[in-house]
């Protein structure tokens, strides 16, 4: 692991056990390893780590094959919380500290692209595509943060499920 990877792992590592508030970059450094002087030559302050490591959580999402091979949106929606259920100590520890926004505004970035993919076969007006991201972001972040606040306790089957029985008016 690099120094960039030491001092997230460092970040999380101390979040398990201290408020995200209260932790001071001399915590992450010593848990990561490494010198303030270290710390600083690859991050601005604890802000920037978290933001980095819930970058490199979406890189590695936006990375499947899976998310774009997809044959329906239920199988979407499955991938995608198949890869949070694999991803689920780290994102408990977001969610402990009260710091879920990283992740919408990751979505943000990220669902745009996707959709760009997926729903490449469509001609969608921009006006509509902007609200069919926002609608997808709000659906996955909003889901996603519900499942936490719930124990995390269903699968990815019934979460896809779930969203499908929304959508198509099921429910």
Same mark, same amino acid.
């Given at each position: 692991?690099?120094?960039?990877?030491? !001092?997230?792992?460092?970040?999380? #590592?101390?979040? =398990?056990t201290y408020?995200? #508030?209260?932790?001071?970059?001399?915590?992450?450094?010593? @848990? *990561?390893?490494?010198?303030?002087?270290?710390?600083?030559?690859?991050? +601005?302050?604890?802000?920037?780590?978290? @933001?980095? #490591?819930? =970058?490199?959580?979406?890189?590695?999402?936006?990375? #499947?094959?899976d998310n774009?091979? *997809? /044959?329906?949106? $239920? $199988?979407?929606? %499955?991938?995608?919380?198949?890869?949070?259920?694999?991803? &689920?100590?780290?994102?408990?520890?977001?969610?402990?500290?009260?710091?879920?926004? %990283?992740?919408?505004?990751?979505?943000?970035?990220?669902?745009?692209?996707?959709?760009?993919?997926?729903?490449?076969? !469509? =001609?969608?007006?921009? /006006?509509?595509? !902007?609200?069919?991201?926002?609608?997808?972001?709000?659906i996955f972040?909003?889901?996603?943060?519900?499942?936490? $606040?719930?124990? *995390?306790?269903?699968?990815? $089957?019934?979460? *896809?499920? !779930?969203?499908?029985?929304? &959508?198509?008016? +099921?429910?």
């Amino acid at each position: 692991m690099g120094k960039n990877e030491d !001092i997230i792992a460092g970040l999380f #590592s101390v979040m =398990e056990t201290y408020d995200f #508030s209260l932790i001071t970059v001399t915590q992450i450094a010593q @848990e *990561a390893g490494v010198g303030r002087k270290t710390f600083y030559r690859y991050f +601005k302050n604890k802000e920037e780590v978290l @933001e980095k #490591s819930v =970058e490199l959580l979406f890189l590695e999402y936006s990375s #499947s094959q899976d998310n774009y091979f *997809a /044959s329906n949106y $239920e $199988e979407l929606i %499955y991938n995608h919380f198949l890869f949070w259920v694999n991803h &689920l100590p780290h994102l408990k520890v977001i969610y402990k500290n009260g710091l879920m926004l %990283y992740l919408f505004k990751q979505y943000q970035k990220y669902v745009p692209k996707l959709n760009d993919y997926y729903l490449s076969n !469509i =001609e969608i007006n921009h /006006s509509t595509a !902007i609200y069919a991201n926002a609608f997808t972001t709000g659906i996955f972040w909003s889901m996603l943060y519900t499942w936490l $606040e719930n124990g *995390a306790k269903e699968t990815p $089957e019934e979460l *896809a499920a !779930i969203c499908m029985d929304f &959508l198509q008016n +099921k429910v």
